[in-house]
């Protein structure tokens, strides 16, 4: 009997995982959001599974141990391990007051109105209740959100300030969550139950912090370590988010400190570590797994939520409650959910700009932060940790705690889901958040008319090869043209009224180029770990400059600030020995060189550009002259800098050399070898070995 149910459990899951396949087909095709679509199934599978024949769907279950410990971490460690800690610290205190501040007003204003609103009706139900409600609904969730974001392209700091206030009022809400389920469970005693509870709230959420950072960089130091094992990198990264999480849990439950039980937010010690992993520890991976990282955890996110909301929509539709009873009461109260986050948004964004100590957020943007509060995974996990015998003294209805507080939230959920989500982008749209900034619009044109420029010069040389008809090749190839000349007059048009923004974009695009060519040079070992951090960390601040309108790099001499992470990680440098001469001269000399080599190949791809430059407009043609002249005395510089040192170290520079050297043959031999491999010209076995001996060491 075990065999036979362990086996319809599995046939269920895979099941459940081909349809959410069909139904990502149908989402891409109507451009509908998934996890809507996937609740939406979810909840008609429920109804199909009456019938005997499909009643082995349900046997796979959403629980909360399998929702909590396994599904929560993916979905964390997807969404932090890209965020950018130097763009999280330019908008720190949006997210940290949207976050905390705007959470509490949400959680306080549901748990009043509605406490105010049942006495008015005469139902003697307890603030408590309402406040564990709160709390939990008050957590967003930017899956579907985010999605949609990114298909209609809202300007990046907006999505920013979003998925940090979801990331983070995950954590807060369920520290507030637990906080008010204690009380309920072991009663209220006035000043210092709430004294307790204040103190508890702090310790999850500071104590979540610093336990977050510590397996954060302790992880990072091992990736380091193992070297270019891909395999290993990736299960790392799978510990990580896994590991913080449990053993965070495994911590509230076990230490005491001077009679205190102290606590730390699972959820927000994940989201510290992924984003270590993310920005600090990314360097540490090899170039292998860097590249596969996002493919695999993007992959891994997307089992996930097909899973949580295919499940969820069979949960919600199986549940033993006759939501008939409560229909009344879940349409008053998504109305005040829905006026609890506009109170927790208004005031807190204008505030905010009161201050002006960050980019002011348009109130177009506080309308969409105050709708697009979608609600999901982590409201239904707390749902399911609320126990079923809960009880309290005077409850007098013939429903539990636990069935009136699953029947709001339901009911929440479904209203997020099937409104909310589906009238974001008619929103969004409303209010031209999908517009091209001018610096987005010279990039668009210029990019569409490389692009067909591109394309047309390559059906010439399919049409020479004779892989194209005369015919067909005469119809293509002026199509390319026709697209290609069309775009160059619009870039020549822009360029009168907005020649700024032409070499605004000239510069992102030298920036791009210098930021590939120094990943090849860290992928072959030709700059230490601290030299491409230091110019990461310089090509990011010129990137943010660029982007703000203000002056680019100027000089090799100028420095930037690093990042939090870096700031964290150097506090432990002072504990070990200084750099030896030797070594503080090869990391002069790996800083000159690569900053030579990356100039040189800017102000390469910038003249080939003018020599074939396809738009036809003084305007641009200086505007590369600038930006090329620009690179060619940073060159120049570097160069002057490198020779300088060789001259004064001479032996040190020429065993440097002598490696450099020695790699640039290894990295031949592995090209030489990659190109074999890709036209299947090794049998497997030869692969493997040449693969060893050619390895990068």
């Given at each position: 009997r075990i065999f036979l149910m362990t086996l319809y459990s599995v046939f269920s899951l895979f099941t459940l995982l081909l349809i959410s396949i069909g139904v990502a087909v149908v989402a891409r095709r109507t451009r509908l959001p998934f996890t809507v679509l996937l609740v939406f199934v979810g909840s008609c599978l429920a109804f199909l599974a009456q019938f005997e024949w499909l009643s082995f769907i349900q046997e796979f279950r959403l629980t909360p141990e399998l929702l909590f410990y396994i599904f929560l971490p993916i979905l964390i460690f997807e969404s932090a391990y890209n965020m950018q800690i130097r763009d999280l610290q330019a908008n720190i205190r949006s997210i940290t007051w949207l976050s905390i501040v705007s959470l509490l007003i949400s959680m306080f204003a549901i748990a009043g109105i509605l406490?105010?609103?049942?006495?008015?009706?005469?139902?003697?139900?307890?603030?408590?209740?309402?406040?564990?409600?709160?709390?939990?609904?008050?957590?967003?969730?930017?899956?579907?959100?985010?999605?949609?974001?990114?298909?209609?392209?809202?300007?990046?700091?907006?999505?920013?300030i979003f998925e940090g206030e979801s990331l983070f009022n995950d954590g807060t809400s369920f520290a507030a969550f637990l906080i008010v389920l204690e009380m309920l469970l072991k009663g209220y005693e006035g000043v210092g139950?709430?004294?307790?509870?204040?103190?508890?709230?702090?310790?999850?959420?500071?104590?979540?912090?610093?336990?977050?950072?510590?397996?954060?960089?302790?992880?990072?130091?091992?990736?380091?370590?193992?070297?270019?094992?891909?395999?290993?990198?990736?299960?790392?990264?799978?510990?990580?988010?896994?590991?913080?999480?449990?053993?965070?849990?495994?911590?509230?439950?076990?230490?005491?400190?001077?009679?205190?039980?102290?606590?730390?937010?699972?959820?927000?010690?994940?989201?510290?570590?992924?984003?270590?992993?993310?920005?600090?520890?990314?360097?540490?991976?090899?170039?292998?797994?860097?590249?596969?990282?996002?493919r695999f955890w993007g992959y891994f996110a997307f089992l996930a939520n097909s899973l949580v909301f295919i499940t969820m929509g069979l949960l919600f539709a199986d549940l033993p409650i006759d939501f008939g009873t409560f229909f009344l009461p879940i349409l008053i109260t998504?109305?005040?959910?829905?006026?609890?986050?506009?109170?927790?948004?208004?005031?807190?964004v204008t505030w905010l700009n009161?201050?002006?100590?960050?980019?002011?957020?348009?109130?177009?943007w506080q309308h969409l932060l105050a709708w697009g509060s979608l609600r999901g995974a982590l409201a239904v996990t707390m749902v399911m940790l609320i126990p079923d015998n809960l009880t309290i003294s005077g409850w007098m209805f013939d429903f539990s705690v636990k069935e009136f507080v699953t029947a709001l939230t339901i009911g929440c959920i479904y209203f997020t889901l099937f409104v909310k989500a589906t009238t974001i982008g008619p929103i969004i749209r409303h209010f031209k958040l999908d517009a091209f900034s001018p610096l987005e619009r010279s990039e668009y044109h210029q990019s569409r008319a490389f692009i067909y420029d591109f394309a047309a010069d390559r059906v010439e040389s399919f049409h020479n090869k004779g892989y194209i008809g005369d015919s067909a090749y005469a119809k293509v190839y002026a199509a390319c043209l026709e697209e290609r000349d069309r775009e160059c007059d619009r870039c020549a048009s822009l360029l009168q009224s907005q020649p700024r923004e032409f070499e605004h974009a000239i510069r992102l695009h030298a920036l791009g180029i210098e930021r590939y060519?120094?990943?090849?040079?860290?992928?072959?070992?030709?700059?230490?770990?601290?030299?491409?951090?230091?110019i990461s960390t310089k090509l990011a601040a010129q990137t943010e400059r660029v982007e703000s309108g203000e002056t680019q790099l100027q000089s090799l001499d100028e420095n930037f600030e690093p990042d939090w992470f870096e700031q964290l990680a150097s506090c432990t440098r002072y504990w070990r020995p200084k750099l030896s001469e030797e070594e503080g001269i090869r990391e002069r000399y790996m800083y000159y060189r690569a900053q030579e080599?990356?100039?040189?190949?800017?102000?390469?791809?910038?003249?080939?550009?003018?020599?074939?430059?396809?738009?036809?407009?003084?305007?641009?043609?200086?505007?590369?002259?600038?930006?090329?002249?620009?690179?060619?005395?940073?060159?120049?510089?570097?160069?002057?800098?490198?020779?300088?040192?060789?001259?004064?170290?001479?032996?040190?520079?020429?065993?440097?050399?002598?490696?450099?050297?020695?790699?640039?043959?290894?990295?031949?031999?592995?090209?030489?070898?990659?190109?074999?491999?890709?036209?299947g010209m090794l049998p497997p076995k030869l692969t493997i070995v040449l693969g060893d001996e050619f390895e990068l060491k």
């Open positions: 406490y105010g609103l049942a006495l008015l009706f005469g139902f003697q139900i307890p603030f408590l209740v309402f406040l564990l409600f709160g709390a939990l609904i008050s957590a967003t969730d930017p899956v579907a959100v985010l999605a949609l974001f990114k298909e209609f392209g809202v300007p990046r700091r907006l999505s920013l139950s709430l004294s307790e509870g204040v103190l508890m709230f702090g310790s999850m959420v500071i104590g979540g912090i610093v336990f977050g950072l510590l397996m954060g960089f302790v992880f990072s130091k091992l990736i380091g370590k193992v070297g270019n094992s891909e395999h290993i990198e990736i299960t790392l990264t799978m510990l990580v988010a896994h590991l913080t999480f449990i053993l965070a849990e495994v911590v509230s439950h076990h230490l005491v400190l001077f009679g205190f039980e102290l606590k730390l937010s699972a959820i927000i010690a994940t989201v510290m570590a992924s984003m270590v992993i993310g920005n600090y520890g990314r360097s540490k991976l090899s170039y292998q797994t860097e590249h596969f990282m996002e998504v109305a005040v959910v829905v006026v609890a986050r506009a109170l927790s948004i208004y005031p807190v009161y201050q002006r100590r960050e980019n002011h957020i348009p109130l177009s060519f120094l990943g090849l040079l860290y992928r072959y070992q030709e700059v230490s770990e601290s030299v491409y951090k230091h080599i990356i100039a040189r190949k800017v102000v390469k791809e910038l003249l080939r550009f003018k020599e074939r430059s396809f738009i036809q407009s003084d305007e641009y043609v200086m505007a590369l002259d600038q930006v090329a002249k620009q690179y060619l005395l940073f060159q120049n510089d570097a160069q002057k800098r490198a020779e300088r040192l060789a001259n004064e170290h001479p032996n040190q520079v020429e065993q440097m050399n002598t490696q450099f050297g020695a790699r640039s043959l290894r990295k031949a031999l592995e090209e030489g070898l990659g190109e074999l491999t890709r036209k």
